[in-house]
């Protein structure tokens, strides 16, 4: 069978330098996107009571509301990544629109300090781009780094996680200080600024390796199956022999994803 040409869907087999190599640009990806989004989360509230002149309550309501979307978009973002078009364009996509998501965010914080217009509805759609694709690239990040690795490279894979993990810390932990500080010392305008750099900085740095990731084409979602087995087991008649109402859904779907 022919391989598609684009780098974003190439299936092939790869060696283990390649996949190391691509693995390790996904660990330096994973700490710049931490960076971005844990330090927008680090000054946001603080943000929306000073520089928005929100009261404490609606500057804390709008800090949780989007942390809340963001982590409720990761459902999405497994399901279109599963579902569709494969992990790495997820993330690939996914990072183009957190980029363009703190683009608005500048754009309007520069609108401000020049015309001295607050455009609120182009930073509030900024916030919800870089919010809602922050958390459709989640659930990617750990799947590709897993997909690097065969079965029986379980030690490889361990060791990665290792540093997975700690970049998650590393970016988090870099981004709360640092920005927090600058968000204190200098206008606000220069904190967004390094977090949209990092942002910007993200997407070449993806795509540049693109061919040394192992890809898996699109199949099918456990959430979704999981729904469907649900529906399933809901909605069809059932025989008085069966002894749970899930072994309707035997009929329509494989008995193993049924009986985990």
Request: proline share 4%.
């Amino acid at each position: 069978m022919k391989v598609e040409e684009d780098p974003l869907l190439t299936t092939s087999e790869l060696p283990l330098t390649y996949r190391l190599t691509g693995a390790r640009v996904l660990l330096i990806t994973n700490v710049a996107v931490n960076f971005s989004f844990q330090g927008f989360n680090a000054i946001s509230s603080t943000f929306y009571n000073d520089y928005m002149n929100f009261s404490q309550n609606l500057s804390s309501f709008f800090t949780n509301f989007f942390f809340f979307l963001c982590y409720g978009s990761a459902l999405i973002g497994g399901v279109i990544a599963d579902s569709f078009i494969g992990h790495v364009k997820n993330q690939f996509y996914g990072f183009i629109a957190i980029f363009v998501g703190m683009s608005l965010v500048i754009i309007s914080m520069l609108i401000k300090s020049t015309l001295h217009y607050t455009t609120t509805w182009l930073l509030f759609i900024g916030i919800l781009f870089f919010t809602i694709a922050n958390g459709i690239v989640k659930p990617s990040s750990t799947t590709l780094l897993g997909d690097q690795f065969l079965p029986h490279e379980s030690a490889q894979r361990s060791v990665y996680f290792s540093w997975y993990y700690f970049t998650i810390q590393l970016g988090a932990v870099g981004s709360s200080i640092a920005i927090s500080i600058l968000f204190q010392q200098f206008k606000p305008l220069l904190p967004f600024a390094i977090l949209w750099g990092f942002t910007g900085i993200i997407i070449p740095l993806y795509y540049a390796p693109s061919s040394y990731y192992k890809k898996k084409l699109p199949g099918s979602n456990v959430l979704v199956s999981f729904l469907k087995i649900l529906w399933a087991g809901m909605t069809l008649p059932r025989d008085p022999k069966e002894e749970h109402w899930l072994d309707k859904a035997c009929s329509v779907y494989e008995l193993s994803l049924i009986h985990i």
